[in-house]
């Protein structure tokens, strides 16, 4: 059974920081591509960031030079550093996970709140 358990999330204010971890099991995560998505109340999920099984990244416009993605496959976690967070930052975060048979799996979430 496969399953991504996301932690780090809360209250920050604006211009501050905040890492999220994504631990997984029940998956070979070295052969996994891994990714952050998020969604704000009254809004579609969005892609924030991906990483492949290679550590090829790719992040969406708005997060560029304050997010970093990365993964440690020893500890089959991914994680997601967040800097300069912004308001708009504010959404639930969820981990993503796709098999190279193209099989997706998520995580339940973990909230972000960026206010002062």
């Known amino acids: 059974q496969v399953q991504l358990v996301e932690s780090g999330g809360g209250l920050v204010q604006p211009g501050g920081s905040l890492r999220l971890s994504c631990a997984a099991s029940g998956i070979r995560f070295s052969v996994v591509d891994m990714g952050w998505y998020r969604q704000a109340p009254g809004k579609q999920r969005e892609l924030v960031a991906t990483?492949?099984?290679?550590?090829?990244?790719n992040y969406t416009g708005s997060v560029k030079g304050r997010f970093t993605i990365s993964r440690d496959n020893t500890k089959n976690t991914v994680y997601l550093q967040m800097n300069s967070l912004k308001p708009e930052d504010t959404a639930v975060y969820y981990c993503?996970?796709?098999?190279?048979?193209?099989?997706?799996?998520w995580g339940l979430g973990t909230q972000v709140t960026v206010s002062s």
């Open positions: 993503h996970a796709r098999t190279p048979g193209l099989n997706e799996y």
């Open positions: 990483i492949s099984a290679g550590s090829i990244t």
